[in-house]
C-alpha cells in the first residue's frame, strides 16, 4: 500500500492542525494504522494506531486528548486532529500500516513519506 500524507505547517503554541494519510488501497481485511513523528536528533516515536479489527484507537501518553484519530474509509484516508499544540509537538510525522496492531516503528511496512509539523511562538 501507497502513502500520501499531507497537512503540516507552522503554528504557535496552542493552535491546531489536522494531518491526512491517504492509501492508495488496502490489500488486507486487517491492518493496523499508525502515526509516528521524529523530532531532530530523536528516534521515531510511536503518536496513535488503530487496527482494523475493531477500531480502537490507542494514543502514546504525550498526546492523549490533544490528538484525535479518525478515518473516512470510502476515501481510503486517515486523519490526525492535533490541538492544543506544544513546541514538543514539533516533528516530521509519518503514516505507517502494518499486519498488526504496535507501537514499535519496525513492525509497519509500508509508510508514507512524513509531513513537517513546526509548533513555535
Known amino acids: 500500500v501507497q502513502l500520501q500524507a499531507s497537512g503540516g505547517g507552522s503554528v504557535q503554541p496552542g493552535g491546531s492542525l489536522k494531518l491526512s494519510c491517504e492509501a492508495s488501497?488496502?490489500?488486507?481485511?486487517?491492518?493496523?494504522i499508525g502515526w509516528f513523528r521524529q523530532a531532530p536528533g530523536k528516534e521515531r516515536e510511536w503518536v496513535s494506531c488503530?487496527?482494523?479489527?475493531?477500531?480502537?484507537?490507542y494514543y502514546s501518553d504525550s498526546v492523549k486528548g490533544r490528538f484525535t484519530f479518525s478515518r473516512d474509509n470510502a476515501k481510503n484516508t486517515v486523519y490526525l486532529q492535533m490541538n492544543s499544540l506544544k513546541p514538543e509537538d514539533t516533528a516530521v510525522y509519518y503514516c505507517?500500516?502494518?499486519?498488526?496492531?504496535?507501537?514499535?516503528?519496525?513492525?509497519?511496512?509500508?509508510w508514507g513519506q512524513g509531513t513537517e509539523v513546526t509548533v513555535s511562538s
Open positions: 488503530t487496527s482494523s479489527s475493531d477500531g480502537t484507537t
Open positions: 505507517a500500516v502494518g499486519p498488526f496492531f504496535s507501537t514499535i516503528a519496525a513492525d509497519y511496512d509500508s
Open positions: 488501497a488496502f490489500t488486507s481485511n486487517y491492518y493496523a
